[in-house]
Antibody, heavy 121, light 106 residues
Framework: QLQLQESGPGLVKPSETLSLTCTVSGGSISSSSYYWGWIRQPPGKGLEWIGN???????YYNPSLKSRVTISVDTSKNQFSLKLSSVTAADTAVYYC?????????????WGQGTLVTVSS | EVVLTQSPDFQSVTPKEKVTITCRASQSIGSSLHWYQQKPDQSPKLLIK???QSISGVPSRFSGSGSGTDFTLTINSLEAEDAATYYCHQSNSLHTFGQGTKLEIK
């Protein structure tokens, strides 16, 4: 059974860079059938897609966040990562990693449990 | 950007009732529309992909329909465990989500 697990600091100071890693187990991140994505959810609010990455390193980003976001992949560790720079309180959210299934028209079929990141001094 | 608008935002329903949630896209997205269920303090769970395709393990009372700009999630014979927030998601042009529909069971 595929599992995704987010990890990283739960508290980030304003203007600093948020860094999270998603570790994939039970399957290979190098499969040609999937993209790997990040989604966030501010407390009490809806879902926002941040971006995704293919195992080759090809990325797509939400235009509203593109200038601050970098997603990278480490196939040797079966991990992909998110960096969000110049954070503010508005970036406080639960951050999820998830798998986009290309055979399912890029639906998100597996999700991590999510990790809360708070931006505060 | 494709904007998805769900209606209603909130609905209070009784068990065994039939529920319909709609999702309207700001431009045509074909059938690249998916539905998720999110219960409190849980990750979203995929219910329906590509507008109407069922997902293994999801109860058959959940179904989806639509194409182009108008889509519907139907829950037949609602059960208490269906209390959750439901989101639509389009993957035709990058990715966006609807604002969510919260379903309360009376």
């Amino acid at each position: 059974q595929l599992q995704l697990q987010e990890s990283g600091p739960g508290l980030v100071k304003p203007s600093e860079t948020l860094s999270l890693t998603c570790t994939v187990s039970g399957g290979s991140i190098s499969s040609s059938s999937y993209y790997w994505g990040w989604i966030r959810q501010p407390p009490g609010k809806g879902l926002e897609w941040i971006g995704n990455i293919y195992y080759s390193g090809r990325t797509y980003y939400n235009p509203s966040l593109k200038s601050r976001v970098t997603i990278s992949v480490d196939t040797s560790k079966n991990q992909f990562s998110l960096k969000l720079s110049s954070v503010t309180a508005a970036d406080t959210a639960v951050y999820y990693c998830a798998r986009h299934d290309s055979s399912g028209y890029y639906c998100l079929d597996y999700w991590g449990q999510g990790t809360l990141v708070t931006v505060s001094s | 950007e494709v904007v998805l608008t769900q209606s209603p935002d909130f609905q209070s329903v009784t068990p065994k009732e039939k529920v319909t949630i709609t999702c309207r896209a700001s431009q045509s997205i074909g059938s690249s529309l998916h539905w998720y269920q999110q219960k409190p303090d849980q990750s979203p769970k995929l219910l329906i992909k590509y507008a109407s395709q069922s997902i293994s393990g999801v109860p058959s009372r959940f179904s989806g329909s639509g194409s182009g700009t108008d889509f519907t999630l139907t829950i037949n014979s609602l059960e208490a465990e269906d209390a959750a927030t439901y989101y639509c998601h389009q993957s035709n042009s990058l990715h966006t989500f609807g604002q969510g529909t919260k379903l309360e069971i009376k």
